[in-house]
């Protein structure tokens, strides 16, 4: 059986490149996209179980959200916003355009666990 998807958007390598490992470890395959533009047609074609999207990039992560939860193809999948400040304004604004969680970076040594949960997997790969 193959393993969840989740589909990282953030435009730091490094935070894509160490969010990729960890999905790996936690028994998650990734797709990733450093650049927020094709977040929608990769969401479409690989169908992941949870989409990390951090607020600020190229493109805005709410309008992105927003986008995500408007498809039919893609409204169904969870998605983690990550933001590099805590606003309250901004948290509940995600949650009203159906974010299924908001997290602030840095984000700690749990976080991926809590995602490949989110996606279905009962135990982490480690």
């Known amino acids: 059986m193959l393993p969840p998807v989740v589909l990282i958007s953030d435009d730091e390598p490094l935070v894509v490149s160490a969010l990729t490992r960890e999905a790996r470890r936690s028994g ?3 797709v990733a996209d450093t650049t927020s533009t ?9 169908r992941p ?8 990039q ?4 709410r309008d992105l959200l927003a986008q995500l939860k408007q498809d039919p193809q893609t409204r ?3 998605v983690v916003i990550l933001s590099g400040v805590e606003d309250q304004f901004t948290r509940h604004v995600c949650f009203e355009l159906g974010a299924d969680a908001y997290e602030v970076k840095p984000f700690d040594h749990t976080f991926m666990t809590r995602v490949a949960r989110m ?6 790969a480690h």
């Open 28 to 30: 998650l395959a990734s």
């Open 38 to 46: 094709h977040v929608l047609s990769l969401a479409r074609r690989h």
């Open 49 to 56: 179980a949870v989409i990390i999207l951090d607020i600020h």
């Open 58 to 61: 190229h493109q805005d992560g």
């Open 76 to 78: 169904d999948c969870k």
């Open 119 to 124: 996606a279905g997997v009962t135990q982490a």
